[in-house]
């Protein structure tokens, strides 16, 4: 019988402070603002004959990775259907119900999703997680991602 672990990694380390905004519409949005949002993981893997399932070392190294990739930027959406981001001059000229917001290139990403949120960072962090090809034997990988106490979503990918 195939016996199956869960890992939490859950360290305080695994953060990363970034700005953002949230559309909620075509004409509404928030403003300007910043998270020190925190990242963690459940690891569901098989266990084996030397009573591991999976290296906690291995996953930690990849969060502590992506947060720092993440911290201290700007966060764009780049696929919003109510934003429009342009590049130009070293700046990004990000505009949104006929008002442009300019942020330099070099501090600001833009992310392959459709919105700046839990939700979508979760998903988006998870993708970059599955990347990096740590399964093994890993049958199950949740990522959870906070933007302050009680605010927190996840992502999961089953095997």
Request: with cysteine; proline share 0%; glycine share 8%.
């Given at each position: 019988m195939t016996q199956l672990a869960t890992l939490h990694i859950n360290k305080q380390a695994h953060k990363f402070s970034a700005a953002h905004f949230t559309i909620f519409s075509a004409t509404e949005r928030e403003r300007l603002h910043g998270h020190n949002y925190g990242v963690s993981a459940r690891i569901v893997a098989?266990?084996?004959e030397n009573g591991f399932s999976a290296d906690y070392n291995v996953y930690k190294r990849c969060l502590q990775?992506?947060?720092d990739a993440h911290?201290?930027?700007m966060l764009l959406p780049a696929q919003s259907p109510w934003l429009a981001v342009e590049a130009r001059d070293g700046e990004y000229?990000?505009?949104f119900n006929g008002k442009t917001l300019r942020f330099p290139c070099d501090e600001t990403l833009l992310l392959p999703i459709v919105n700046v949120t839990v939700e979508?960072?979760?998903h988006y962090l998870l993708d970059q997680v599955l990347a990096e090809?740590?399964?093994g034997d890993v049958v199950e990988l949740e990522i959870f991602v906070?933007?302050?106490d009680g605010q927190s979503s996840s992502?999961?990918?089953v095997a």
């Open positions: 098989e266990m084996g990775k992506l947060c911290d201290e930027y000229f990000a505009t979508a960072l979760a090809d740590l399964m906070t933007s302050g992502a999961c990918w």
